[in-house]
């Protein structure tokens, strides 16, 4: 399995970055990191480019709603169907209500949308997601 | 005219300057009060000197944090500038300095340097008489350089390596190293008017896990890239660790390593400084248990013998210190320093031994490279993953060293990735890792990373 992954926006917020690309690994996956600062078309170029299974954006200063705006303009460009989207971190900045946070990014176009969940946590949930789509 | 001399010329051809003066800038320094000077400051005490961190916006600010620092005893002051103009967006500076100026408040996390000329900053560092320490961050830092020594600053810290791999995405390393280069050369041509001016690199990298071997070989390299341009006087450093065994090792292996390196090139007549840094991680919110690590790391410091120690605050989990709290942490280490004079010296031979072997592997695999020149060598090394740091944003670094801590505290290196160290080195480390049952690697380091908070 292929899974693109990056911070998005400019957030050079780059320990947590390096982790999920590690923990990816672990678990068997194929990373294709593109790090800090990626912005909303070089993620979907990349899932293009790499054929990936999933795009795994991530946040950590919480700048992530303006910047995954037009992830459903985007998606509308390219048949996606098979691909995953996932977004995790800190996706508010400041004090959010996080019960509102996942319709919101669900509505952006992400499958799968963990605010501030724990990283083993939210990869186990990708792995259930991948099997039982199957 | 030389090369050098007309890139300078056009370098300080700057919208943001008035007009630069290399003939007065020359004869100033040539007279400058020695006290100025941190490389004369080392060759004439015995005491580890200590130096904050630091830097407002505005003059009057930077003014009076100075003044604080002074009557905390303060050895050596520091200047940090602000990040556009690390990013040399000076437009940027100019726009947030007077906003600033007129509503009393930072809009800068440091000291614009280049706006506020080196006419202006000069009066500020000739008037406290005491050594200030350039910190910044600045991939091309040419004219930066050039304000700074023009204003009294006879420091300054970075390379092209410490102040890339950390702090940029995608800055290209080459250009990093060639300007670079001209920094090291106005540093040495200044050097021969008065006392040395001293360079300094930033051993602290990521702040994240770094093996002791990747950051002394780093700091070997940078030493030799300055001294071969003529700089005299340099400064190799590294932060806390989290062991203390690996900061007495670490400083060992350095101090030795450092100096063979410089006579092997034939920089006898070089003086190599050791700075260490207070710990550069993630600090606790219970300003107590920061209490109670500047005041070990302070312990360390005296222990390894450092030339110069690099201080923290109480307060750096919640952001930028008031100038009351950093010059409180200054006076508080010299107090702490006072107790720890005449320490023995200790050592872990079966740990130095490893150490030493592994910088000498990789500086041999660096060295072996066939460029023609060392930065090229270098550079081969970093794309080629001979080189890497964890934890770093930057494009070209490898990302395929893994590091987790031992039961002791000590990181050691448990995915190699590239690094061109021997199997005898890595099973050495490899050896000191316990792994609980079922751990993952990662949980691991998440762990590791905090092991302070």
Same mark, same amino acid.
């Given at each position: 399995?292929?899974?693109?992954?990056?911070?998005?926006?400019?957030?050079?917020?780059?320990?947590?970055?390096?982790?999920?690309?590690?923990?990816?690994?672990?678990?068997?996956? $194929?990373?294709?990191?593109?790090?800090?600062?990626?912005?909303?078309?070089?993620?979907?170029?990349?899932?293009?480019?790499?054929?990936?299974?999933?795009?795994?954006?991530?946040?950590?200063?919480?700048?992530?709603?303006?910047?995954?705006?037009?992830?459903?303009?985007?998606?509308?460009?390219?048949?996606?169907?098979?691909?995953?989207?996932?977004?995790?971190?800190?996706?508010?900045?400041?004090?959010?209500?996080?019960? $509102?946070?996942?319709?919101?990014?669900?509505?952006?176009?992400?499958?799968?949308?963990?605010?501030?969940?724990?990283?083993? $946590?939210?990869?186990?949930?990708?792995?259930?997601?991948?099997?039982?789509?199957? | +005219?030389?090369?050098?001399?007309?890139?300078?010329?056009?370098?300080?051809?700057?919208?943001?300057?008035?007009?630069?003066?290399?003939?007065? %800038? *020359? *004869?100033? =320094?040539?007279?400058?009060?020695? *006290?100025?000077?941190?490389?004369?400051?080392?060759?004439?005490?015995?005491?580890?000197?200590?130096?904050?961190?630091?830097?407002?916006?505005?003059?009057?600010?930077?003014?009076?944090?100075?003044?604080?620092?002074?009557?905390?005893? %303060?050895?050596?002051?520091?200047?940090?500038?602000?990040?556009?103009?690390?990013?040399?967006?000076?437009?940027?500076?100019?726009?947030?300095?007077?906003?600033?100026?007129?509503? &009393?408040?930072? +809009?800068?996390?440091?000291?614009?340097?280049? /706006?506020?000329? @080196?006419?202006?900053?000069?009066?500020?560092?000739?008037? @406290?008489?005491?050594?200030?320490?350039?910190?910044?961050?600045?991939?091309?830092?040419?004219?930066?350089?050039?304000?700074?020594?023009?204003?009294?600053?006879? *420091? !300054?810290?970075?390379?092209? =390596?410490?102040?890339?791999?950390?702090?940029?995405?995608?800055?290209?390393?080459?250009?990093?190293?060639? @300007?670079?280069?001209? %920094?090291?050369?106005?540093?040495?041509?200044?050097?021969?008017?008065?006392?040395?001016?001293?360079?300094?690199?930033?051993?602290?990298?990521? #702040?994240?896990?770094?093996?002791?071997?990747?950051?002394?070989?780093?700091?070997? =390299?940078?030493?030799?890239?300055?001294?071969?341009?003529?700089?005299?006087?340099?400064?190799?450093?590294?932060?806390?660790?989290?062991?203390?065994?690996?900061?007495?090792?670490?400083?060992?292996?350095?101090?030795?390593?450092?100096?063979?390196?410089?006579?092997?090139?034939?920089?006898?007549?070089?003086?190599?400084?050791?700075?260490?840094?207070?710990?550069?991680?993630?600090?606790?919110?219970?300003?107590?248990?920061? &209490?109670?690590?500047?005041?070990?790391?302070?312990?360390?410091?005296?222990?390894?013998?450092?030339?110069?120690?690099?201080?923290?605050?109480?307060?750096?989990?919640?952001? !930028?210190?008031?100038?009351?709290?950093?010059?409180?942490?200054?006076?508080?280490?010299?107090?702490?320093?006072?107790?720890?004079?005449?320490?023995?010296?200790?050592?872990?031979?079966?740990?130095?031994?490893?150490?030493?072997?592994?910088?000498?592997?990789? +500086?041999?695999?660096?060295?072996?490279?066939?460029?023609?020149?060392?930065?090229?060598?270098?550079? /081969? #090394? !970093?794309?080629?993953?001979?080189?890497?740091?964890?934890?770093?944003?930057?494009?070209? /670094? #490898? /990302?395929? %060293?893994?590091?987790?801590?031992?039961?002791?505290?000590?990181?050691?290196?448990?995915?190699?990735?590239?690094?061109? !160290?021997?199997?005898?080195?890595?099973?050495?480390?490899?050896?000191?890792?316990?792994?609980?049952?079922?751990?993952?690697?990662?949980?691991?380091?998440?762990?590791?990373?905090?092991? +302070?908070?």
């Amino acid at each position: 399995m292929k899974v693109v992954t990056g911070v998005v926006g400019n957030d050079v917020h780059v320990v947590a970055n390096r982790l999920i690309d590690i923990s990816l690994q672990e678990r068997g996956f $194929e990373v294709f990191n593109l790090g800090v600062n990626t912005y909303l078309e070089e993620f979907i170029d990349a899932v293009i480019e790499t054929d990936a299974d999933v795009l795994l954006v991530s946040s950590l200063n919480g700048e992530a709603e303006g910047w995954c705006r037009d992830l459903g303009i985007l998606k509308s460009k390219y048949d996606f169907s098979d691909v995953v989207f996932m977004i995790g971190g800190n996706l508010g900045v400041g004090e959010m209500n996080a019960e $509102e946070l996942g319709p919101k990014y669900r509505n952006y176009g992400f499958d799968l949308v963990f605010h501030q969940v724990d990283l083993n $946590e939210g990869l186990d949930q990708l792995e259930n997601y991948l099997k039982e789509r199957k | +005219m030389s090369l050098l001399q007309r890139e300078r010329e056009i370098i300080v051809q700057n919208e943001f300057i008035d007009q630069f003066d290399f003939k007065e %800038v *020359e *004869e100033f =320094i040539k007279s400058a009060s020695k *006290e100025l000077f941190i490389s004369h400051k080392f060759k004439t005490t015995n005491e580890m000197l200590v130096q904050p961190r630091g830097g407002f916006p505005t003059y009057d600010k930077v003014f009076q944090l100075y003044k604080e620092f002074k009557n905390s005893g %303060v050895d050596v002051l520091p200047l940090t500038i602000d990040s556009n103009t690390r990013l040399n967006d000076y437009a940027t500076a100019k726009k947030m300095l007077a906003l600033s100026e007129e509503n &009393d408040v930072d +809009m800068l996390n440091g000291y614009p340097l280049i /706006n506020h000329g @080196y006419r202006t900053t000069r009066k500020m560092i000739t008037h @406290y008489d005491t050594p200030v320490s350039l910190r910044h961050g600045t991939p091309d830092a040419r004219l930066l350089v050039e304000i700074a020594l023009a204003s009294g600053i006879f *420091e !300054i810290e970075g390379g092209p =390596i410490t102040y890339l791999l950390p702090y940029s995405k995608n800055f290209p390393l080459d250009k990093a190293f060639l @300007y670079w280069k001209y %920094v090291e050369r106005v540093c040495a041509a200044y050097s021969e008017l008065n006392e040395p001016i001293n360079r300094e690199s930033f051993g602290p990298l990521s #702040a994240t896990m770094q093996p002791p071997a990747i950051v002394l070989v780093i700091q070997i =390299i940078e030493m030799l890239l300055s001294l071969e341009e003529g700089v005299k006087s340099f400064s190799v450093s590294f932060s806390q660790t989290g062991s203390m065994l690996q900061d007495v090792v670490s400083s060992n292996v350095l101090k030795k390593l450092s100096r063979k390196y410089a006579d092997r090139f034939g920089h006898n007549d070089a003086v190599i400084n050791l700075v260490y840094h207070q710990w550069m991680g993630a600090f606790p919110y219970n300003k107590h248990y920061s &209490d109670s690590l500047i005041n070990t790391s302070t312990v360390i410091a005296a222990m390894v013998g450092a030339d110069k120690i690099i201080t923290k605050t109480r307060n750096e989990a919640f952001g !930028i210190p008031t100038k009351e709290a950093n010059a409180l942490a200054v006076a508080n280490v010299k107090y702490t320093l006072n107790m720890l004079k005449g320490l023995p010296k200790i050592s872990d031979e079966a740990e130095e031994e490893n150490l030493t072997n592994m910088v000498n592997e990789i +500086m041999e695999a660096v060295l072996n490279d066939s460029a023609d020149t060392l930065w090229r060598k270098v550079f /081969n #090394a !970093i794309k080629k993953g001979h080189i890497e740091i964890p934890f770093s944003p930057h494009i070209i /670094n #490898a /990302n395929k %060293v893994i590091t987790v801590r031992d039961p002791d505290g000590n990181i050691r290196i448990h995915n190699k990735g590239k690094l061109p !160290i021997s199997d005898k080195s890595f099973a050495f480390e490899r050896s000191k890792i316990r792994l609980k049952e079922n751990e993952r690697v990662v949980d691991k380091i998440i762990q590791d990373i905090g092991i +302070m908070l």
